[in-house]
């Protein structure tokens, strides 16, 4: 019989790609992680593991089994917590990941209406963006991930095998120095900008900037690269360029020195939560899940 804790020590060797960066990972020793990856063996009748010296490879039986661990202790997890929550007991844990902006403006609401009414949830969170949150997700590394994807972009994220819990639709701004020529205009076409020095986001972040500005005839000239929001308002209120940011984004900043313009047509990225189906049947994902619904529908209204 496979046990769910062997199954997380192969993940973890798998990840680490040593018994002793796994047995610290996991807060153990490194014999019982060598222990319990010998019972492992001995329960599927096939080796899991090639030691080659201090390194690990896994066999083809190892990768198989690690390709569907995720599943099975998310599952487990699943199972775990409505049980709990069917015997009574007043207790659940959600590991949630969130992109920054969201972190500073949907999550904290979220999460301080959720501890009011069930105090006996934990809830951790960690930081990523999408892909990344969602790849997190899906290999069983949180529990609800807060996600993005822009209307129409061409390489849309595939969420065919998620639980979508739509938030908001969160609108691109312009950004300009307050002495700039457009900071009085209220609103402007993208094209206004195309000579412009912009600051943007590293390649896969400055993707649909890049797009938008080839649909409406140019080539953004980026002078400046960051992914950091207060940056990014650093250097346009510094008279150095302008930029298009999400107004969540803009909403957790003060923009000092800046000014915001309406950009025409409007580009909007999508706002998500997102889990697994067997975890949207816990109840303290679920409660997470309602209690994102309702900050995200207080931020809209404001």
């Known amino acids: 019989m496979i046990e769910a804790r062997h199954l997380r020590v192969l993940r973890a060797v798998a990840a680490t790609g040593s018994f002793s960066a796994a047995a610290r990972e996991l807060g153990c020793t490194q014999p019982a992680v060598s222990q319990q990856m010998k019972a492992l063996e001995t329960s599927t009748g096939t080796p899991l593991l090639i030691r080659t010296g201090r390194e690990m490879r896994l066999t083809q039986a190892g990768e198989a089994l690690v390709r569907h661990a995720a599943g099975i202790l998310a599952g487990l997890t699943a199972a775990e917590e409505e049980v709990a929550a069917i015997a009574g007991l007043r207790a659940g844990r959600v590991r949630l990941v ?121 080539a953004p ?41 309406t950009v025409e047509p409007p580009v909007q990225r999508e706002i998500v939560a997102l889990t697994l189906p067997d975890l949207a049947q816990v109840p303290a994902v679920a409660a997470t899940l309602d209690h994102l619904t309702r900050a995200a529908d207080r931020a809209a209204a404001r």
């Open 98 to 218: 969130s992109f920054p902006s969201g972190s500073s403006t949907l999550v904290p609401t979220a999460l301080a209406a959720l501890r009011a009414e069930h105090p006996g949830t934990r809830v951790s969170l960690v930081e990523a963006e999408p892909p990344r949150s969602v790849e997190m997700l899906r290999e069983g590394d949180c529990d609800v991930a807060l996600a993005f994807r822009y209307e129409g972009a061409g390489a849309a994220e595939d969420w065919d095998d998620l639980v979508v819990r739509p938030l908001l639709a969160d609108r691109l701004v312009g950004l300009v120095p307050e002495a700039h020529r457009l900071a009085d205009a209220g609103s402007v076409t993208i094209d206004a900008f195309a000579d412009e020095s912009w600051i943007a986001g590293c390649p896969r972040c400055r993707r649909q900037l890049v797009e938008v500005c080839r649909g409406a005839g140019f």
């Open 221 to 261: 000239r980026i002078d400046f690269a960051t992914d950091d929001y207060p940056a990014v308002i650093g250097l346009v209120g510094a008279g150095l360029g302008v930029a298009v940011m999400p107004e969540l984004a803009i909403e957790s900043v003060r923009p000092k020195g800046a000014r915001t313009v």
